[in-house]
């Protein structure tokens, strides 16, 4: 009789515990470009690199000829921090800034868990001039 109860308390609470929020940690493809970016955390925030595109696909030495500071040009994208310094969560993180290998710029950002498998990333030249890309978790 007291098994048939553990039983049922342990099953009824399998029911009743609260769903832990999703974690960003982890591969996700951008909508563009063949685009992979592993997320991960960096002290107390979140960062990503990129880890493959169709252009480092095409060349794995591909430079980031466009990078804005003249003496970061010689440097593979692969493996580029692109995604830096995001704080909160635990679905919403801000304060972070987006880095843009195909133009050389950087923009500020957010991003937003949107379930399991979706995340929403934000990056503005100045509010309201803002786009948001829709990614998907590969891992």
């Known amino acids: ?23 960003p940690v982890g591969l996700w493809q951008t909508p563009s ?16 690199r990129l880890v493959s595109s169709e252009g480092i696909s095409a060349d794995p030495n591909l430079k980031d ?4 500071n003249a003496s970061l040009r010689s440097r593979p994208v692969k493996g580029v921090t ?3 310094g995001f704080s909160g969560g635990p679905n919403e993180w801000g304060g972070g800034s987006i880095y843009n290998a195909e133009d050389g ?22 509010a309201p001039l803002c786009k948001t890309q829709v990614w998907t978790r590969l891992r």
Not at 1 to 10: K, P
């Open 1 to 23: 009789m007291r098994l048939r109860l553990f039983a049922g308390l342990a099953i009824a609470g399998l029911f009743c515990a609260p769903a832990l929020a999703a974690d």
């Open 33 to 48: 470009r063949g685009g992979q970016v592993e997320i991960s955390k960096c002290g107390a925030s979140l960062c990503g």
């Open 65 to 68: 000829v466009n990078n804005a």
């Open 82 to 84: 692109i995604l830096s």
């Open 105 to 126: 710029k950087t923009y500020s950002g957010s991003i937003t868990l949107d379930g399991d498998n979706s995340l929403k990333l934000r990056g503005c030249v100045v």
